[in-house]
């Protein structure tokens, strides 16, 4: 007994008798070399040699598509050998031609959720054990094997440089601070009637000051500092922001690819990357857990307990 397939609806079908080698359809019967063959709707347009799970009755049977690819709707039968059939429990049931909740869902789980909650604090450790739990190398290709660097160490050494640099920046940010507050200071002890022009009240650099004993040119080095720290820290924001933006959407195309998620607007990958990648990433990251079954974890490298199914 089969019931018709929906594009984005969970791959599921049901057969009245496995151990029977003749399968009754809406359509025919399919008797293929005493195989018993059960047939499949495809969820999406799939390219061939695509692999995705169908649920037949209790059991988890892997469905390759066959040369030349399907349309969404289109059916094709698979064998029930031993080599395709898998219990249910040894497989993540990652949903295909749809993704499995809303991007705005990050809460799902609890706000005390681990995955959500790295995400949250560090989204690019995050993005590092989705690489790892993909089997994709850092820069978001596949590769055959371990791959020859880690993609959350290197996310690591990322979060490690950004954080020594950043606080090399907010340390000239505090000294120059504290110089130039001791300057105006000195200048309205020595000279309390110092004719002050604050043009802008919150930017000491900004206001013209009638200075005495050669404190202006102290005050300028001060200034030319805060402006170098104020480069910087703009050009640590870029780099962290187009790496981000990179992987991620990289990332979001590859898994669309992979479980043949349609799009919704052109360019819809790299302007959600832009929008809001704490949102994408976990988005992603639930898509290929069931964390309705099974935890998170923090310090894991893919983000995944040890008794959650291997990724298909």
Not at 53 to 82: M, Y
Not at 96 to 112: P, T
Not at 279 to 305: F, K, P, W
Request: charged content about 20%.
């Amino acid at each position: 007994m089969q019931r018709n397939q929906q594009v984005g609806e969970k791959v599921e079908y049901t057969v009245l008798n496995l151990h029977d080698t003749l399968l009754e359809t809406k359509e025919k019967n399919i008797k293929v070399d005493g195989v018993p063959h059960v047939e499949v709707a495809a969820p999406s347009n799939l390219p061939e040699g695509y692999v995705f799970d169908v649920k037949v009755g209790g059991r988890i049977i892997q469905a390759t598509v066959p040369l030349g690819g399907v349309e969404a709707g289109q059916k094709f039968s698979v064998p029930l050998g031993e080599d395709t059939i898998l219990p249910a429990s040894q497989r993540g049931n990652i949903p295909v031609g749809r993704w499995r909740d809303g991007l705005c869902e990050c809460f799902k789980h609890g706000i005390c959720h681990a995955w959500c909650c790295l995400n949250c604090w560090c989204m690019v450790l995050g993005l590092g054990q989705l690489l790892n739990r993909m089997g994709l190398d850092a820069c978001v290709r596949e590769v055959d094997g371990v791959a020859a660097f880690d993609p959350l160490l290197v996310n690591w050494c990322i979060v490690v440089l950004n954080v020594v640099w950043s606080g090399r920046i907010y340390y000239l940010f505090i000294v120059t601070g504290k110089d130039l507050s001791r300057l105006i200071s000195e200048q309205l002890e020595e000279n309390p009637n110092t004719a002050i022009d604050k043009i802008d009240p919150d930017d000491i650099c900004s206001w013209n000051v009638r200075w005495s004993n050669n404190r202006g040119e102290a005050f300028d080095d001060y200034c030319a500092t805060k402006q170098e720290a104020e480069f910087e820290n703009f050009v640590v924001f870029c780099i962290m922001f187009i790496y981000s933006v990179c992987i991620i959407s990289k990332l979001r195309a590859y898994l669309r690819r992979r479980y043949a998620i349609p799009t919704s607007f052109p360019c819809e990958d790299v302007v959600c990357a832009c929008c809001c990648g704490q949102c994408i990433t976990c988005q992603m990251g639930r898509h290929t857990a069931n964390y309705d079954v099974y935890s998170s974890e923090c310090c894991s490298s893919t983000g995944l307990s040890s008794t959650h199914p291997e990724i298909v």
